[in-house]
């Protein structure tokens, strides 16, 4: 018997069965595919260095050190412990400046990713954040300064080191797509490698290409949001192309913009990703229809950063919608395998002689039913209702309050003709227990009055009488 094989004692059949138990796949850590994306981000910058100079670095740098420490800060005003080996920042803090052209200002990188991590701060921290804090910082600059976040340095030309530029901007491939409905005069090589106008980190297509495979092999990155999201967006695409050549609108609709960055870097990130694989299956659909219909529709240049804001806004509940819509389908396949096809098995009985007879027994379950009447000593138990609303749950209180006033007024009024009644029963009985003073009979005060003269008449006689 293997491992994963367990044997149970079936409680209807009191038989022992066997069964197959698998445990569930090991998922990785946060922390160690934070890591493969800071590899794969490092070689990107390494590129943006050896293309555009040493401003490229300063600004990667830049944006990682601010981001450090402001999650710092707002860890102290937060009251939080301060992680520094938390990858997910230094993550957000490479993705940020490698999303900007190489010319931009050192003060909109750094408000950037200052606003990135209090993106991240008030939706609660790391593991509660909705939306991915990158695309708000970067959705939040492209509305306030599309100058800048839109125009990039010409190929070939390495921006100064300190203030301004002093190179030619140009538009890139995403601009030429949107505005002017035509495909730029780029080769496919120059494509792969990068030498055409873009971002940073998002122009060099074979490396990221590259990045993503790897991420795939090290289970770093979602393999059904990669391939359901991009599927989804190249059929369409295909549908619906920009010009005659299928292939080349491909190309350049990958190339252009952030969305092939987007899709290895950002749409798979573990905070905001679905954990069901049918969750996984439609959030990556959703990517990829929406950002289409961004791209051919919306005519905005980084338009996968907001589609991507919109899909994170329900991601979280996409594990729920899943689940029920799966829940009722098997409901419906369930009723209509036993129900499909029974008035033709009734009627081939029928028509065979094999019906039921009215002497033959059948075991009837009748579900259980609650008519709401009371129990045996009736004692009816009261059910308390939910209240609708704030109005009514103020309503009752007061109505519960008023009552309880007036029992205790009863109580007290009732406690107080006891008292008087008691002092008055007292009173009474004291009185009762009283006795009344003795009245001197009348007809001894006359014997008295009458016999006293004759003493004194017989003391006079006697005086006269010696």
Known sequence: ?????FELLDKFDSDVKTYNVQPPAPRRKQKSIYGDQLVCLAALMGLSVWQSGTRAAILCAGSVIICMLADMIFCRMSKKVYNPKDLSTIAAGMCIA???PSSVHYGIVAGGALLAIAVKHVFGGKDNYIFNPTCVAIAFLIICYPGDMLLYPAVGSRPELWGEAGVPLVSGIESYLLKL?????????NIMLGNFAGPMGTTHVL???VCGVCLLCRRSMSLLVTVFGLGSYCALTALFPAFSNIGETLMLELSGGYLLFGFVFLASDPQTLPKSYAGKIVYGIVI??????FRHFGKVEGSFIFVLLLANAFSLRLDDLCAYIARKFRQL???LRSNMGRYERLRSDAESGHTPKLTDTMEIIVPATNYNMPPIDNKVTKINRKRNNIISRFADNRRIKKKKDENVRRKQIREEENNYMNAMRSMIEHNKRETPKKTEDPKQEVQHIIKQPRKRSQQKNNKQGS
Not at 181 to 189: K, Y
Not at 288 to 293: P, R
């Open 1 to 5: 018997m293997s491992d994963n094989t």
């Open 98 to 100: 490698l999303m900007m």
């Open 181 to 189: 409905g035509t495909a730029p005069t780029v080769s496919f090589e």
């Open 207 to 209: 490396v990221i290409m």
């Open 288 to 293: 990829g229809i929406i950002g289409c219909l």
């Open 333 to 335: 396949f369930g009723y």
